[in-house]
T-cell receptor, first 109, second 113 residues
């Protein structure tokens, strides 16, 4: 069971790039790094997943160094609607999975 | 992708009673899970709902308190039994197919008075 550590909260302003770092020192060889976003009164929603190096989709980028002991979720040019809790998970995609404490991102006008 | 319908969306219940929450998925999925999310907190895994067999519970959760059924690959129920105010929480159903992302229902907001 890989444990993740993230900042509890972050503040940003509209239009800025936001980088949220997650530490996962005990990640297993077959684990992927997955990020979920949760708005109030909704279930979490998948954002992005990666194994190593860099992954980019229409929403975010995920940077993973060679040792895979950490990862950084990058949200380009955030807007007020990006205010949410972001969870970093390490899991292999085939079993149950656990959530860490998450990072509460507050985007200000 | 998978679309999850969770019912009820919210309820207010008297202590000592039980509530059954339903989770219906629009496609067959291999894995279904139940989570609890207390106000302002992260999600805590309650159990894995196994099709055709008893659910697998996480530490701190027991079948007598949270009986779970999963009669087929698209449906599961979670019952919160003999409720107390400490059970007030959001309960979420999650599903995934092997090797893919997980999908979540909107949750059931339970208040016990």
């Amino acid at each position: 069971l890989a444990k993740t550590t993230q900042p509890i909260s972050m503040d940003s302003y509209e239009g800025q790039e936001v980088n949220i770092t997650c530490s996962h020192n005990n990640i297993a060889t077959n684990d992927y790094i997955t990020w979920y976003q949760q708005f109030p009164s909704q279930g979490p929603r998948f954002i992005i997943q990666g194994y190593k190096t860099k992954v980019t989709n229409e929403v975010a980028s995920l940077f993973i160094p060679a040792d895979r002991k950490s990862s950084t979720l990058s949200l380009p040019r955030v807007s007020l609607s990006d205010t949410a809790v972001y969870y970093c998970l390490v899991e292999n995609g085939f079993n149950k999975f656990y959530f860490g404490s998450g990072t509460k991102l507050n985007v200000k006008p | 992708s998978a679309v999850i319908s969770q019912k009820p969306s919210r309820d207010i219940c008297q202590r000592g009673t039980s509530l059954t929450i339903q989770c219906q998925v629009d496609s067959q999925v291999t894995m279904m899970f139940w989570y609890r999310q207390q106000p302002g907190q992260s999600l805590t895994l309650i159990a894995t709902a196994n099709q055709g067999s008893e659910a697998t519970y996480e530490s701190g959760f027991v079948i007598d308190k949270f009986p779970i059924s999963r009669p087929n690959l698209t449906f599961s129920t979670l019952t919160v039994s003999n409720m107390s105010p400490e059970d007030s929480s959001i309960y979420l159903c999650s599903v995934r197919a092997s090797g893919t992302e997980a999908f979540f229902g909107q949750g059931t907001r339970l208040t016990v008075v």
